[in-house]
């Protein structure tokens, strides 16, 4: 059992490290890592819940909290349920250690560390999540200033948050660099005019605030 949850941190690790580097292969990497760290916990629960409960609820505990973390990065939907189930389970965790006068170590610790970041992480809007892993990432910054497909997926997100203004702002920074790349005669592929034309849809959902449903470009 030991062995499968060091085998899972170390996928979740690659994937972590992969997905901050925009590098292909990040999310199965993190998917896979999280399969395993869930199936891990559900394995030692049903295993331990009568002899060892406050340490089974703690691995289930990290591998929710982990799942609502994907979730995020993701921008997945259903991540505030996720994280409901994660905040119970671990409040639970924090009660059956308290009720059994057990005495708080490194893993209850981390937990709890754990516990406060995700927690963070659940009040920070999606669009300073994807700011900081696109704008802010040196790994990445000088592409996405040059891409108006991520100007236009940071748009969505402001757009999400009622940042009307910015929102708009980040839609004519997309429209910019399309028309920049095409006056300077770099090939224009059939594709990217349907952007544009979406990018146009885009800018008067925004202005008439009835942006509704996300399109993906092509």
């Known amino acids: 059992m030991k062995k499968l949850y060091i085998l899972a941190w170390i996928i979740l690790t690659i994937g972590f490290c992969f997905k901050f580097l925009h590098w292909p292969g990040a999310n199965v990497s993190l998917l896979l890592g999280n399969l395993i760290l869930l199936i891990h916990s559900i394995i030692f629960l049903i295993q331990n819940a009568k002899s060892n409960l406050p340490k089974s609820l703690l691995y289930l505990s990290i591998s929710t909290l982990t799942t609502y973390l994907i979730f995020r990065l993701l921008y997945w939907q259903f991540s505030i349920q996720v994280f409901t189930i994660a905040f119970v389970i671990t409040i639970i965790c924090f009660i059956s250690y308290l009720a059994k006068n057990i005495q708080f170590k490194a893993p209850q610790i ?109």
Do not use: C, H
């Open 110 to 218: 981390i937990l709890a560390l754990y516990f406060i970041f995700a927690l963070r992480i659940f009040f920070t809007p999606a669009y300073k999540i994807f700011y900081f892993m696109n704008f802010s990432n040196p790994s990445s910054a000088e592409y996405a200033q040059t891409s108006y497909r991520v100007w236009n997926n940071y748009s969505w997100f402001l757009y999400l948050s009622n940042k009307y203004g910015e929102a708009e702002e980040a839609n004519k920074n997309a429209q910019k660099i399309y028309l920049e790349k095409q006056s300077s005669n770099e090939l224009i592929l059939e594709r990217d005019k349907q952007n544009y034309e979406i990018l146009k849809k885009n800018e008067e959902k925004i202005k008439s605030k009835t942006w509704v449903d996300y399109e993906y470009l092509k």
